[in-house]
C-alpha cells in the first residue's frame, strides 16, 4: 500500500507543477487561484471489521478550510461529526468525530474540471455498543482522498472524491464523498 501512496504522490506532484497553456482554461480567472476555501461534505464511510467480517455504513457531515500556498498546492483542515449511525445485528455503531489535517495537490481545470489528491492524517471516533458492553474508539492514522471537482461559478465547485483511511489491519474505512467548495477572495 506505502508503494502506492508514492506512486500517487509523484504523479500529482507532476499534475500540480505542469505548465498551464492558454487553451488549457475556459476562463483566465480560473488559473489564479484565491487563498483560502472552505468547503462542507457528506460521506458515505464503509466501515469494515476484518475479524468479524463485518461491514457498517454511517453517514458523516464534515467542514474544511483550506489555504492555498501557491497555486495547486494547498493544505487543508477537516473537522466531522456522524449524521446518521449503523447498526449490523447486536453491534451499533455511532460516529463520534473526525478531525485531519491533509496537503491537497490539485490539477490546473481543463473546462471546468480538476481532478485533486489529498494526503494527510486522520483519527476519527467511534462509540460502539453491544447488549454485552460499551466502548468508545478512536482510529488515528493516514487518508488518502482521490477526487473531481466541477466549477459551478468562479468561486463555487462541486466536488465528489473518494476517500480510504489507512489505520491498521483490523479496520478499514472507505467512502464516497460529495460536497461543495466556496473559495474565498482572492
Known amino acids: ?101 491533509s496537503l491537497r495537490l490539485e490539477s490546473p481545470p481543463i473546462s471546468r474540471f480538476a481532478a485533486y489528491a489529498l494526503f494527510g492524517y486522520v483519527r476519527t471516533s467511534y462509540d460502539a455498543d453491544t447488549d454485552d458492553a460499551s466502548s468508545s474508539v478512536s482510529l488515528p492514522g493516514g487518508r488518502m482522498v482521490l477526487g473531481v471537482t466541477y466549477m459551478l461559478t468562479p468561486k463555487l465547485v462541486l466536488d465528489t472524491a473518494f476517500t480510504h483511511h489507512d489505520y491498521d489491519k483490523e479496520v478499514r474505512i472507505n467512502s464516497f464523498r460529495l460536497g461543495v467548495r466556496f473559495d474565498l477572495g482572492s
Open 1 to 101: 500500500m506505502l508503494a502506492v501512496y508514492r506512486i500517487i504522490i509523484v504523479l500529482c506532484g507532476v499534475v500540480a507543477f505542469m505548465p498551464i497553456s492558454k487553451g488549457m482554461a475556459q476562463d483566465a480567472s480560473v488559473l489564479h487561484m484565491p487563498k483560502a476555501y472552505v468547503s462542507a461534505f457528506l460521506d458515505r464511510h464503509s466501515l469494515g471489521l476484518n475479524d468479524n467480517n463485518v461491514e457498517l455504513k454511517p453517514v458523516v457531515g464534515s467542514a474544511a478550510v483550506g489555504y492555498w500556498i501557491r497555486d495547486g498546492i494547498g493544505v487543508e483542515l477537516e473537522a466531522g461529526f456522524g449524521v446518521s449511525d449503523d447498526s449490523v445485528g447486536r453491534l451499533d455503531v455511532d460516529h463520534v468525530s473526525t478531525l485531519g489535517a
